[in-house]
């Protein structure tokens, strides 16, 4: 991280240490002192990639001498998994009698491969702890990271489809911990219809597909095939919406257009013109770097570097521009902050990092001010009793829709029958599954978790 940005960091944190409900307007001046609960669960029992590539090892190795150290996470398959408790930390504004603030989800970068909660570099703490010292409740998550690279010979290859796995892990993994904040609204004092996100490069795309995906029908089909990732919704709490109410999304993209339908969720897209790591208009992220072995690997790795060379492939995206004017086209308000000749996470570039700050807490501000907001509702409100399960939960029945796909996986997320369609009335069997605790996912349904014994 640059002097400038500690120098930054250190002057806003040392007056959030001092100042304590001041004078000034909430969500626009910092009045608090801020309170961080670290380590929150927010998603229990997450199945994570756990067989670290060897170039992860190696990395993991360096870290015990040098802990500045990057350790980028990169796995030999994805067949093996770890239950893992997923959490975030929760910057609270202390001495804050409010109950229905507005909160703001921050979601690192990293390529999906490296980044964390904790992260300094990409402004993550500070946007945080700012935020909460403005009257907001802050949080930044970990997701799930790593994506599979495959060997043979002196040649690494990452191919499009186990980056774009990494990515729907990572928007599970997001919905899960916005559903966590609508859960747990009236204990965290916030409004669960004010739930905002700030993403930056990879935590950009997911927050933006966070709004726009609604069902694992909004990604390709090889996201089916093994080993299955299980529905969108399938980790953390239940019956609630998973989208926010707004994104702000620091130089993102999306992989489907068609997804963003007449969805008017508030929107704010920063991007420089000449960023060639997420793509301003359209193409495959990364692809600037054929040596990203060698950024990777620290200097002093440089004989384990100079082995190998990297086949880097990436799914194709669509990026701010895209997005801006496709949203116009759609008269779907929004807002935008481009930069002409300016690259990726121009954040820590001097004549930038102020105003990109000030452009997306002016934003957060206004969707506070706002009369109204996009409403969210207990999913269950709106398909009440649309799923029934039978005696024993040997079967269950679907009372409206036609020609639904469901599909039950175990808690790891595996599908244990196949894929099928049901319509209203027609009973399906279940009796042919183990005793258990099941998810059944029918298409436009809340999942339901059922037990069976034997």
Not at 34 to 46: G, I, L, N, P, Q
């Amino acid at each position: 991280m640059n002097r400038l940005c500690i120098t930054v960091l250190a002057a806003g944190l040392s007056v959030g240490l001092t100042a304590n409900a001041f004078a000034g307007e909430r969500y626009q001046d910092r009045q608090f002192t801020v309170d961080v609960k670290r380590d929150v669960v927010y998603a229990s029992d997450v199945p994570a990639l756990s067989s670290h590539h060897f170039i992860t090892q190696a990395l993991f190795a360096y870290k015990m001498t040098n802990q500045d150290a990057t350790v980028a996470y990169f796995y030999s398959d994805e067949k093996t998994t770890t239950p893992t408790d997923m959490k975030m930390d929760i910057y609270m504004p202390e001495k804050d009698s409010k109950t229905d603030r507005a909160a703001v989800l921050v979601v690192h970068g990293g390529a999906m491969v490296a980044g964390s909660k904790g992260d300094f570099a990409q402004h993550t703490v500070n946007y945080c702890d700012s935020l909460a010292a403005r009257g907001y409740v802050a949080a930044s998550m970990d997701y799930r990271l790593g994506v599979t690279l495959t060997s043979r010979d002196a040649q690494l290859h990452i191919d499009s489809t186990h980056f774009a796995r990494a990515v729907y892990r990572g928007v599970q993994d997001v919905r899960a911990a916005v559903r966590y904040l609508r859960a747990n609204a009236e204990d965290l004092g916030i409004n669960p219809n004010r739930i905002y996100l700030v993403g930056n490069s990879a935590g950009a795309i997911l927050s933006l597909e966070n709004i726009y995906s609604t069902t694992e029908e909004d990604f390709p089909d090889y996201m089916d095939s093994e080993p299955l990732l299980g529905a969108l919704d399938l980790y953390g709490e239940q019956g609630y919406d998973s989208k926010a109410n707004g994104v702000a999304a620091l130089w993102g993209a999306i992989h489907n257009l068609e997804m963003v339908g007449d969805n008017e969720r508030p929107v704010l897209l920063i991007h420089g013109t000449a960023d060639e790591t997420v793509l301003f208009k359209t193409g495959r992220p990364l692809s600037n770097l054929p040596g990203v072995l060698k950024n990777i690997i620290p200097s002093e790795m440089g004989a384990l570097a100079a082995s190998y060379t990297l086949d880097l492939q990436t799914p194709t995206l669509y990026g701010s521009y895209v997005i801006d004017s496709l949203l116009t086209e759609k008269e779907i308000e929004h807002e935008t902050y481009f930069v002409e000749g300016v690259a990726h996470e121009f954040y820590d570039e001097a004549p930038y990092t102020e105003s990109v700050q000030n452009r997306v807490f002016n934003f957060l501000y206004s969707l506070t001010q706002a009369t109204e907001s996009i409403e969210t509702k207990p999913i269950f409100a709106t398909a009440q009793n649309a799923v029934q399960m039978g005696k024993m939960n040997q079967s269950f029945t679907v009372l409206r829709g036609q020609n639904l796909k469901f599909r039950v996986y175990d808690l790891r997320g595996r599908a244990v029958m196949p894929t099928g369609r049901v319509s209203a009335g027609e009973s399906v069997n279940l009796n042919a599954l183990d005793a258990g605790v099941y998810v059944l996912m029918v298409q436009g349904y809340r999942p339901v978790r059922f037990g069976l014994r034997k």
